[in-house]
């Protein structure tokens, strides 16, 4: 008798736990269905109404109106709400703040250590992707690689972040962006840039970058030491195509810009000399324009005065109209390093969607700049920046119509990076 009654409490505990490991199996096997009641397609920068979103793991298993579900999926109400595939910044430097109105290179290398460096780039990384930002290109001066451990942080799970497209060590020629450094402090400048001023040199930082991390490589020519000639950026080209990476530059204009241009780098960031010539040139080889259109505000916040802040603003201007008419391919970038007070480094950021506003660039062309023409850019077009069947379910949804006004992107209550949600106000 007792044998039986043992027997039936094991059978018994069995099943339970069977049904356990099957309600388990069950809820693993969950989908996670969004219901947009506005969805931006970004191959047309239209809106599509009432669609339905289904996510199975990290990816987007299908979209379109009236889709069918399971009762047991998890179902969320976006239906109120405006749906974008998550954003994208192609030109941010997370660990780098000079003081307001007074930038200075070697006060920043001389009084921020790396570590320090480190965690302001983790805290901003977590700052964009909260704003729905979830791919950045992190293009440089970021203090001896810290932003290769922040990368190694995010992906740990110690503390959220973007997917980061990142450069490593500025390439420039001898001297970086710096000038005055006198020469008992000659090598200040190298936790931040690698001198290199012919194509071995050039080659041979690519490869130093890339055994630290780096997946784009980010020259700077024109600046304090001159600028780069043809042959140096298409051996900068070919090096980084043997690993499958691509080459940006910062470059102004003029035959600096046209050597960038010609010795095929994939794009300009910046650009603020560039006349109708190269832009056309541009649009005929492909590459891309990071504008980095920032405005009055941040101009003044680097310490120009209140007219060369006007007038470098209404040149901002002028450029980014010219390069919308003509056709330059264009991807969004803002390579803000300096916060407005109040405002944090995204905030800061997003105001350079007012020199897009102030230059008349349909609120569509703009959110596309921000999403499949950034992910082109970054190479990422099969993966990221669209919201259809088998792209990865980065997903962000805004209160407020982003056609209308662009501005409402300042407004992101949800937030989902591959699959999962980030953030849901
Ligand atoms: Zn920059």
């Known amino acids: 008798m007792k044998q039986k009654l043992n027997r039936a ?5 069995f099943f339970f736990f069977s049904n356990l490991v099957l309600t ?24 599509l109404n ?25 179902v969320i109400d976006l239906s109120q709400s405006w749906v974008l595939p998550g954003l994208m910044d192609c030109h941010v430097h997370i660990t780098f703040n000079f003081s307001y109105g007074n930038p ?26 909260m704003s729905g930002f979830t791919t950045i290109k992190e293009i440089g001066n970021d203090a001896n690689y810290a932003t290769a451990d922040i990368i190694k942080a995010i992906k740990n799970g110690w503390t959220k972040g973007p997917a980061i497209f990142y450069a490593g060590k500025i390439i420039a020629p001898y001297g970086g962006q710096t000038s005055g450094v006198n020469i008992e402090n000659e090598h200040l400048w190298n936790f931040e840039y690698i001198d ?30 001159g600028y780069y000639d043809l042959e140096d950026i298409k051996a900068a080209v070919d090096e980084a195509k043997k690993s499958g990476l691509k080459v940006t530059v910062h ?52 310490g120009l005065d209140s007219s060369l802040a006007k007038s470098e603003e209404k040149r901002t201007i002028d450029r980014l109209k010219r390069a919308y008419k003509i056709g330059t391919k264009m991807a969004y970038g803002t390579d803000l390093v300096i916060d407005e007070p109040g405002l944090n480094r995204i905030q800061t950021s997003l105001k350079v969607l007012k020199t897009w506003k102030a ?67």
Not at 9 to 13: E, K, M, S
Not at 26 to 36: S, T
Not at 53 to 70: A, H, P, T
Not at 407 to 423: A, D, L, P, T
Request: proline share 1%; no cysteine.
């Open 50 to 74: 009432d669609q339905t979103i289904i996510i199975k793991n990290d990816k987007i298993q299908e979209v379109g109106s009236n889709l069918k579900y399971k009762i047991t999926d998890t």
């Open 359 to 425: 230059a008349e660039i349909p609120s569509s062309y703009v959110l596309q700049t921000m999403t499949i023409y950034a992910a082109e850019l970054l190479g990422i077009e099969k993966s990221k920046g669209v919201l259809e069947q088998s792209y990865l379910a980065d997903i962000i949804a805004l209160k407020n119509n982003p056609l209308e006004d662009i501005e409402s992107v300042k407004n992101v209550h949800f937030v989902m990076k591959e699959g999962k949600v980030i953030k849901q106000d």
């Open 9 to 13: 409490i094991l059978t018994t505990l």
């Open 196 to 225: 290199a001023d012919n194509p071995d040199e050039i080659k041979k930082a690519i490869r130093k970058n890339i055994y630290y991390g780096a997946n784009v490589i980010k020259l700077v020519s024109g600046q304090q030491a």
């Open 251 to 302: 470059v102004q204009g003029g035959t600096a810009a046209r050597n960038v241009i010609l010795g095929g780098a994939a794009a300009i960031e910046h650009g603020f000399e560039l006349d109708n010539d190269l832009l056309r040139l541009m649009k005929e080889k492909g590459t891309f324009l990071v504008g980095t259109d920032v405005g009055y505000d941040s101009n003044i916040s680097w």
């Open 104 to 129: 200075s290179y070697v006060q920043l290398y001389t009084t921020e250590s790396s570590s320090l460096r480190a965690l302001r780039g983790a805290y901003v990384a977590e700052q964009f992707l």
């Open 24 to 47: 388990g199996q069950l809820l693993q096997a969950q989908n996670i269905v969004i219901k947009a009641g506005h969805l931006f397609d970004s191959r047309t920068g239209k809106m």
